[in-house]
């Protein structure tokens, strides 16, 4: 663990945003002991750095992850593109991108950042190349490179286990993606703090897609006004296209005309609003049909 790079990145967000040493100690130790952690000379306990990364407002795993990667800020740029997309259906470029990683050090020489990879190998896997055995072994592969107990997940193997979910959700093992994506639900609500207000969305969308297959709509419906009432809450634009969409696409198959349609053109609206032309003719055409009727 690096403590100097540690300490060097506090003492920069501490100035960046105005705080004395003094005062980013006040509730948490003492000045003599920021100094000394800000100088590297001292590893601060779990508890006060995570104190510490809140009055800086930040994850505590942003100093984790300084601490174990000399160039976290590249990293962290890797996982945004890959996120993008990931959100994109853009796989070519995903194993594009992994294939120039899988050799750089920083990937290689650390198992939380070659999970990233594996993780989003496994995706493409699937959902490029469609072999579903070799993808689940992938994500299963990426999970043992973290994963210590069952007791507790931490935010990415949640959302490695929702991927693997989705795998046998695709491949009709209704009953297995089931079980998996209850675990993550379960998971997901033991953590005591959530950074990523991105998970509980695209969870809650996997299952209600998965209900929507079994023809259980009602349960499906639920899923998704859950869901988009969390995104209203944190402000969160992720996947609320998709979810007005999936609950229009449930009164369609209820036989719902207007209902689908004032939800299909909610999702247009979002959808416009995000620059996201992928389902912008499909759903018109949806929408004009049931006009029709």
Not at 31 to 51: C, F, H, N, R, W
Not at 121 to 131: E, N, R, S, Y
Not at 159 to 166: C, L, N, Q
Request: charged share 30%; net charge neutral; aromatic share 12%.
């Amino acid at each position: 663990m690096d403590f100097f790079a540690i300490g060097s990145k506090i003492k920069e967000l501490r100035k960046l945003i105005g705080l004395s040493q003094e005062e980013l100690a006040d509730g948490i130790c003492t000045q003599a002991q920021i100094s000394k952690i800000e100088k590297g000379d001292v590893y601060p306990y779990a508890s006060t750095l995570y104190l510490i990364s809140q009055k800086l407002g930040l994850d505590v795993n942003y100093f984790f992850d300084i601490g174990m990667t000399p160039r976290v800020d590249y990293v962290q740029e890797v996982a945004r593109i890959l996120n993008n997309y990931r959100r994109d259906h853009k796989y070519d470029q995903i194993l594009d991108l992994i294939k120039t990683e899988e050799k750089n050090p920083l990937f290689t020489q650390n198992k939380r950042n070659m999970q990233l990879l594996l993780w989003h190998k496994g995706i493409c896997t699937f959902l490029f190349k469609k072999d579903s055995e070799k993808a689940l072994k992938m994500l299963n592969d990426a999970l043992k490179l973290s994963q210590v107990s069952d007791k507790i997940w931490t935010e990415r193997e949640i959302e490695i286990h929702i991927s693997i979910g989705a795998v046998y959700s695709e491949i009709h093992d209704f009953d297995q993606a089931m079980k998996i994506y209850q675990s993550a639900k379960d998971h997901l609500n033991l953590l005591p703090y959530i950074s990523d207000d991105n998970i509980k969305p695209r969870l809650f969308y996997n299952i209600a897609r998965l209900y929507t297959k079994k023809g259980e709509y009602k349960t499906s419906i639920d899923y998704c006004k859950e869901a988009i009432q969390y995104c209203i809450d944190k402000d969160n634009l992720y996947c609320l296209g998709e979810l007005h969409y999936h609950l229009g696409y449930n009164y369609e198959l209820e036989e719902k005309g207007l209902l689908a349609v004032k939800y299909f053109e909610k999702a247009l609206f979002l959808f416009n609003l995000q620059k996201d032309e992928k389902y912008i003719s499909f759903i018109n055409e949806k929408v004009e049909k049931l006009k029709v009727k």
